[in-house]
């Protein structure tokens, strides 16, 4: 997935598994994410994966996958909808894995991008949601 084509895979993935959740008889229950386990950029065309938190009978096939992801911390920054946009939302991926290798240790985990609001309705200083990076604290 390289940037140009990323907002659009954003968005067809999320209608994607809003439906399979709503057709599955399972429910929402938390802010859809997107975790990316590669650079994504003009140049690499990283993995990247949307998810959506959800409780009830789902049964995988096709491209969805079910999974549970351990409890972690994470380093995060807040953002608005004009921030996320590329190369800016650089800055706190940044910031994000500073605080990261600061304050701890390098997690399996990708780092990701935590959606709590409908895009659609956002302005551009409206806060839309944090850029996450987890990791493993350490120990005091």
Not at 3 to 19: N, W, Y
Not at 54 to 78: C, K
Request: glycine share 12%; hydrophobic share 40%.
């Amino acid at each position: 997935m390289y940037v140009p084509d990323l907002s659009g895979f954003i968005a067809e993935g999320m209608d994607t598994v809003f439906g399979l959740i709503a057709s599955g008889g399972a429910t929402v229950i938390g802010a859809p994410f997107v975790v990316y386990h590669g650079e994504v950029n003009t140049d690499n065309d990283g993995l990247v994966e949307v998810c959506v938190p959800y409780s009830g009978p789902l049964t995988p096939g096709g491209r969805l996958i079910l999974r549970q992801e351990p409890a972690h911390a994470e380093a995060y920054v807040t953002l608005t909808k004009s921030q996320f946009q590329f190369p800016g939302i650089l800055d706190a991926y940044d910031a994000a894995s500073a605080y990261a290798s600061a304050h701890g240790s390098a997690s399996d985990l990708g780092p990701r991008e935590v959606y709590p609001h409908a895009w659609d309705g956002l302005k551009g200083d409206d806060l839309a949601g944090d850029m996450a990076w987890p990791f493993v604290p350490q120990e005091s």
